[in-house]
């Protein structure tokens, strides 16, 4: 069961991910921060998921593009710059099976993205992405209006 997560941060999102696979299970993370992602590594390995981890820092879009078109995944988990999220999510897509999920984070941005006032870069890419999402067939999307929004994406 491979799974990947574009942006780790400090490795939550990563360590719960981890602790709901199989012992076979492999979570691949993308992120930039060698310094955020350490916190992460120190609590993967406290609760004994570090071996199912493979971290990589690099830009992500560098790490996605480096992967074989054919390597697919189960589970894709995006947190990361939003102006980047239509490339993440062309991306991993192309490496997503059928039936797969897609789960993005941050698509509400606080309620911004509904304020006609806000016109920030990135209120404009999520608004976009969320757009581009919608109008996908590639997918049956939802969106979740919980914590700060969570579209779910499945691959058709």
Known sequence: MPLIEVGTFTGYSALAIARGLPDDGRLLCCDVNEEWTAIGRQHWEKAGVASKIELRLAPALDTLRSLPRDEVYDLAFIDADKPNYPN??????????????????????????????????GTLAIRAFNDMVAADVRVDAAMLAISDGLTLARKR
């Open 88 to 121: 993440y999510y062309e991306e991993v897509l192309a490496r997503t099976r059928p039936n797969g999920v897609i789960l993005v984070d941050h698509v509400l941005l606080m309620g911004e993205v509904v304020n006609p006032e806000a016109n920030d870069e």
